[in-house]
């Protein structure tokens, strides 16, 4: 909408920026000079003590020395109270007495029309506080009591009571002057079926006023004080006034709060947000009687980008939120989606504070779950997947929904999610030990005989990489153990950084771990997945050669993680150098004796044999070579057939 030239001059001039500000503000009188328009108070945008925020009523700008947070009247509403830019002119022009401009004629009929019906309703308020308070209201006055909603609630959320008569609100407003006609447009009457007067909508039930953005009165939820009552809550029906999949229950006050930095909570009914704002959480609306809808999901996106659907903790709550999920999919965008906390079975937002407080109810939304979680646990929750039909089914249905995202980037992100959920489903669990006596064939084997080589063993690191496993396997133990207590790196980052990894994954995870240093266990894990994905870190983590490490079995034992790095980095170190030993020596075969050619190749099979060692028991299986060096006996043999096929290779020459 274009405002006419010289509007917004004319609302700064009208409206005191002081006054505005003053609302939300508690002047520090010693500092500031009325007279002079010359404010100050502590910012309320942020915590603080002293009073840094001024406010210039003449210049009609505001400015924190703090926070920096600047700007005039329109900005001030438009922050605090977190609405729009036109929405916070029509607040202001309200206060300033100024008429907003018109689209044309039939526009400003139609607004002058929307106000009346306001006003009605308005009045239709005040009459049911008014009667909460007679002696008719005495039942609902208890239940009210008994429902934990104290004088101060009632007040703050408007609610009374409709008295059990068929035309007492049409009596009360028809008697204020107030047209019929304006009383059955706002629906708070219906004709009667048989020729007599008009009746009211609401009887025998405790009214809860329903407000817009802008706190005006458009509606009623009405909760039946009588038991057998076939509705326990009725709402308005709609009018100009009200369209229930446009508007949510405290839309205003949640709003504001959110601004504020609450969390912006969806509940299911009015007690919910009504004892979810008592309990500390004032960001909380509700829909109006009907599912979420898609009208609905964009007001919420308007006040928080990421809303928190809080449903109760049964089957129906459970639905409710399914079919949020498939509302939601279509209309997601970058920044914008939703979180999902679901209650203790059996239990509503309104029980669980009253029975477990505030406490309770935070822990839950602590842990809401993200919408494709939720949309995971939908598909595969009470499900077998124990053929390929099912889980080609699975994949089906997972598709489907995934297509239903307009957002490229929100889709593929999604897709990524779902295959890592996938994997960890069907990831193959470890295999049962095996019966003593029978192969995996059933055969019969002599006892102590090794197995046979089964798929697995076939298709292993050790099979597949051949020389260069030994150092892919070491590099895996040092970063595993780094990642069970990472305040060791700063005492291995010379070693650390030399390390050349065999495996680009190792080192890409090396690389990002030095690189935000210091930094605790959750931290690591945290820069550990970001760095190379949550699949490889579980790789990484739940390899046998790794998982049995007592220091990744056992994270947080810094002495034992350390020890486990000096051992590998000193086996990585001895293997290096013996393989330079023996490229070195291969080439300057024909330049040296043979004696010095023996010497280096048993001093680095020496010192390799020496680091492997390292932390196992003394009675290992090792044999004293001729100059007294201790070697295990297969790194003997192979060393002996080394020296074969070097004289071998001189030979030749």
């Known amino acids: 909408m274009s405002l006419p030239p010289g509007f917004l001059d004319e609302l700064r001039t009208r409206t005191s920026l002081s006054q505005v500000v003053g609302r939300k503000v508690m002047w520090d009188q010693r500092k500031s000079n009325q007279a002079k328009g010359d404010m100050w108070a502590p910012c309320p945008f942020h915590q603080e003590k002293s009073a840094s925020f001024h406010v210039d009523d003449r ?61 009605v309703m308005e009045q239709a308020a005040q009459f049911f506080r008014m009667q909460l308070q007679s002696g008719a209201g005495a039942a609902a006055r208890a239940y009210l009591v008994k429902r934990q909603l104290d004088q101060a609630t009632q007040d703050q959320f408007g609610i009374g009571f409709a008295p059990d008569g068929w035309q007492g609100l049409w009596d009360h407003l028809t008697g204020k002057g107030i047209k019929p006609e304006l009383i059955m447009a706002a629906g708070l009457a219906k004709d009667s079926s048989k020729g007599g007067k008009p009746y009211d909508v609401f009887r025998n039930r405790i009214m809860f006023p329903i407000r817009d953005a802008r706190g005006r009165c458009i509606a009623f939820g009405g909760r039946a004080m009588d038991p057998n009552d076939n509705a326990k809550y009725l709402n308005s029906p709609e009018t100009e006034l009200f369209d229930k999949g446009r508007n949510l229950y405290n839309h205003g006050p949640a709003r504001e709060a959110a601004g504020k930095g609450l969390p912006l909570i969806v509940a299911e009914g009015y007690m919910d947000v009504i004892a979810l704002s008592v309990g500390g959480f004032g960001a909380s609306v509700a829909p109006l009687g009907t599912a979420v809808t898609e009208n609905q999901l964009h007001l919420l996106w308007r006040i928080s980008d990421e809303p928190i659907i809080a449903l109760d903790g049964d089957k129906a709550g459970i639905r409710a939120a399914y079919r949020v999920i498939d509302l939601a999919l279509p209309l997601l965008e970058a920044g914008k989606s939703l979180r999902f906390a679901l209650m203790p079975e059996g239990k509503d937002p309104d029980d669980l504070i009253k029975e477990d407080g505030p406490e309770a109810v935070q822990a839950v939304l602590d842990n809401a779950l993200p919408m494709v979680r939720l949309l995971w646990q939908r598909e595969t929750e009470g499900r077998v997947f124990d053929s390929p039909e099912r889980k080609a089914a699975l994949d089906k249905a997972l598709r489907e929904k995934i297509r239903m995202i307009q957002d490229p980037s929100i889709r593929s992100h999604y897709g990524e999610e779902i295959k890592d959920l996938r994997w960890q489903l069907f990831k193959r669990a470890p295999a049962s030990s095996r019966a003593v006596g029978k192969s995996d064939g059933g055969t019969w084997r002599r006892k102590g005989a090794p197995l046979p080589p089964v798929a697995s063993t076939k298709q292993s690191l050790l099979v597949a990489r051949g020389e260069a496993a030994e150092t892919e396997l070491r590099e895996a133990v040092i970063l595993a153990s780094v990642l069970s207590s990472p305040e060791i790196i700063d005492s291995f980052e010379p070693e650390l950084e030399a390390m050349e990894c065999s495996d680009p994954v190792h080192a890409t995870l090396r690389d990002a771990l030095l690189r935000h240093r210091p930094i605790d266990m959750d931290g690591a894990k945290e820069v550990a997945e970001q760095s190379i994905g949550g699949v490889a870190l579980e790789n990484l983590l739940t390899a046998r050669h790794v998982a049995l490490i007592p220091c990744v079995r056992k994270p947080g034992d810094a002495q034992l993680a350390r020890l486990t790095v000096v051992e590998e980095l000193g086996k990585l170190g001895a293997a290096a150098g013996l393989a330079a030993e023996i490229q070195e020596a291969v080439e300057d075969l024909d330049a040296l004796s043979d004696e010095a050619v023996t010497w280096r190749l048993a001093q680095a099979a020496e010192a390799r044999a020496q680091a492997h060692r390292a932390g196992q028991d003394e009675g290992g299986d090792f044999d004293k070579g001729e100059n007294g060096v201790m070697m295990d006996r297969e790194e003997r043999r192979s060393f002996a057939a080394l020296l074969d096929a070097i004289q071998n290779s001189k030979g030749q020459s």
Not at 76 to 97: D, H, K, R, Y
Not at 98 to 116: I, L
Request: contains cysteine; glycine residues 10%.
């Open 59 to 119: 210049k009609g700008f505001y400015y924190c020395f703090g926070c920096h947070a600047k700007g005039d009247a329109i900005g001030f509403v438009q922050e605090t109270e977190n609405v729009s830019f036109m929405e916070a002119i029509e607040i202001l022009a309200g206060e300033a007495g100024m008429q907003m401009p018109a689209r044309d004629p039939r526009a400003a009929e139609k607004a002058d029309r929307r106000t009346e019906l306001a006003q």
